[in-house]
């Protein structure tokens, strides 16, 4: 079955490090998404990305994120100088279609800035 | 602002019976409604999707139903099993553009033998 993949599983940082976190996802798939769960809280969207560009960004998406497909698989989120208020779990998602389709998460990237 | 709200917020039965969780939202305008079951430390897997004109949908033991007017949905899990232990998560899409999915906080299920 096609699944979502997301490396790496865990990534411990220091504090004003870059980090690039990769997805790769289902390959027929157009829509691709950024969420984030900080522990013990709920699941975040954060960025929605069509057609190579960002279609909807939350308030939580400024300037120190960005993202990129920057060949025909991969899909990565960037924090640009991380805080420790970036430490959570971050999950990639894809769609086939834009509404009413399921979306397919992967297993997350846990992040932990120190 | 919309928001998806659920209860109880964790809850432990016994193998073999049957729960029920509940969700209610202010997601306006509405597209769908999901349930999904995340395990701890991974990736939410989708139970079921609904649109406004499905009242209930069913996946396996798992059953949901939405009522669009009320704003309200439930998931039934029917003679439940070990491996649902898990947390349930009720997830509405608006029809705004980036078809973003805004996520309840959960439902903690432990079932216990």
């Known amino acids: 079955e096609p699944e979502v993949t997301q490396t790496p599983s865990h990534q411990v940082t220091q504090m004003g490090q870059e980090v690039i976190l990769r997805c790769v996802p289902i390959?027929?798939?157009?829509?691709f998404y950024w969420y984030r769960q900080i522990l013990g809280q709920k699941v975040e969207f954060l960025v929605s990305?069509?057609?190579?560009?960002?279609?909807?960004k939350s308030e939580i998406f400024d300037d120190q994120f960005s993202v990129e497909r920057p060949d025909g698989s991969n899909f990565t989120l960037k924090i640009r100088s991380t805080k420790l208020e970036d430490s959570a779990m971050y999950f990639c998602?894809?769609?086939?279609?834009?509404?009413?389709?399921?979306?397919?998460f992967g297993q997350g990237t846990r992040l932990t800035v120190v | 602002k919309n928001q998806v709200e659920q209860s109880p917020q964790s809850l432990i039965i016994l193998e073999g019976k049957n729960c029920t969780l509940q969700?209610?939202?202010?997601?306006?305008?509405?597209?769908?409604l999901r349930w999904y079951k995340q395990d701890t430390g991974r990736g939410p897997v989708s139970l079921t999707i609904?649109?406004?004109?499905?009242n209930t949908k069913s996946n396996g033991r798992y059953t949901a139903t939405l009522d669009a007017d009320t704003k309200q949905s439930s998931l039934h899990i029917t003679a439940s099993q070990l491996s649902d232990s898990a947390s349930y998560i009720c997830?509405?899409?608006?029809?705004?553009?980036?078809?973003?999915?805004?996520f309840g906080g959960g439902t903690r299920v432990l079932v216990k033998p």
């Open positions: 998602a894809s769609t086939s279609g834009q509404l009413n389709t399921e979306a397919f």
């Open positions: 390959s027929n798939h157009l829509y």
């Open positions: 990305f069509y057609n190579n560009e960002i279609s909807e």
């Open positions: 969700c209610n939202y202010t997601v306006s305008p509405f597209s769908n």
């Open positions: 609904m649109t406004f004109s499905e």
């Open positions: 997830v509405v899409s608006g029809l705004a553009a980036g078809n973003k999915l805004t």
